[in-house]
């Protein structure tokens, strides 16, 4: 018999019957849709983490070794992202192959969370991104070398589908008036996003959710939004809602309404059915949101009494 490599050996482009999907486990929700875009059918993706997990805070369970070491390939996000999967990662490339696609972006591109520290939200600055699906490309090639093609026609595909993205992205937050593009959120997740989209972004908590928000970083923001008569603050779906709701609370106390202006995705994109199961739906989803609420100001919490009637 032939070697147990050439079990997920494919006939040429357009060619005979395909053999199985090759198993590839992908870290996050993020890295999996990237994958299953690159990949199509020639895959079966699994993502280690599921829907609204906080991969900053993520422990391997005993069963996820079990499910790593099955698969022909290993995709995690990188940058550090997978803080506590550090170790297991590591350990595991001895056995199956690692790559972390964001690492492989050009370090001139990316932004730092701290000195020599890259911050790892890469996904949010969509032109960015759109540079992962070739590397995907090319490591799904590496172990599947019969569908190289199959891989690099997809992938070029992906990253065309991204940078159209980009494109709607920047024209929908440019409708935002100037001086009320300010994203005010958990945690530190959208720099790049507001690199890429001209949108300022300040963070209750740093790049890393294990860290928590001290009472300065609240009162600072509250302040903040104050001066500045910020109209909304945001949530994140994989991060509790305890320091923002902390915010909008201050303001109340400071006579400054503050919108809550609902729950972006972050480190995670939405569970099935949700409607945000891909990077490109939950950034248009996140896209809908920050516009709905910043787009209008909010009118001060003790209105003068002749704007009465006119309407919420
Ligand atoms: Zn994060």
Redesign the pocket.
Known sequence: MLGVGLAYGRTGAGGGPAGPPVPVIATTTVVADLVRCVAGDRVAVECLMPPGVDP?VYRATPRDAGRLLAARLVVASGLRLEGRLATLLERLGERVPVVHVADGLPRDRLLEAAPGIPDP?VWFDAALWSETPRLVADALASVDPVSAEHYRARADACAARLLSLDHSIRGAIASIPRDRRVLVTS?D?FRYFGRAYGIEVVGVQG???SAEAGLGDINRLVELIVSRRIPAVFAETSVTDRDVVALVEGAAARGRRVRFGGRLY??SLGAAGSGAETLAAALQANTALIVAALREPVADAAPPSDAMGIGP
């Open positions: 900053h939200h945690h997740a790049t890393n959710t972050a480190d």
